[in-house]
């Protein structure tokens, strides 16, 4: 059975750290894009980050460059996302997923098909 589980979440102060973690069993994480999503409540869910199969490549939403870094460890099928200076306009929960194929436009969460439960960020101000 396909689950991708999500660690890492918790209540942190502005200005504060927290890593993330995406662990995956029955699927697989290499030679698809893999990425991170949020959902804040009242909101849609909206891409944050996301790595290309070989890690080489990292794309980041804009308001997340130079705070939040994604990683992969394809041995261990994990993904990561270490995030920095967090600010209270990043709460919400954060979602892992993988893409459907090698080549989907990772921007989208369409184009994703398997997904984490999600775990809740909050950041205190």
């Known amino acids: 059975q396909a689950q991708l589980v999500e660690s890492g979440g918790g209540l942190v102060q502005a200005g504060g750290s927290l890593r993330l973690s995406c662990a995956a069993s029955?699927?697989?994480?290499?030679?698809?894009?893999i990425g991170w999503f949020r959902q804040a409540p009242g909101k849609e869910r909206e891409f944050v980050a996301a790595?290309?199969?070989?890690?080489?490549?990292?794309y980041y939403a804009d308001s997340m460059k130079g705070r939040f870094t994604i990683s992969r460890d394809n041995a261990k099928n994990t993904l990561y996302l270490q995030m920095n200076s967090l600010k209270p306009e990043d709460t919400a929960v954060y979602y892992c997923a993988r893409s459907k194929a090698r080549y989907s436009d990772y921007r989208w969460a369409y184009e994703y098909d398997y997904w984490g439960q999600g775990t809740q960020v909050t950041v205190s101000s």
């Open positions: 029955g699927v697989t994480f290499s030679n698809y894009y």
């Open positions: 790595i290309n199969w070989s890690g080489g490549y990292a």
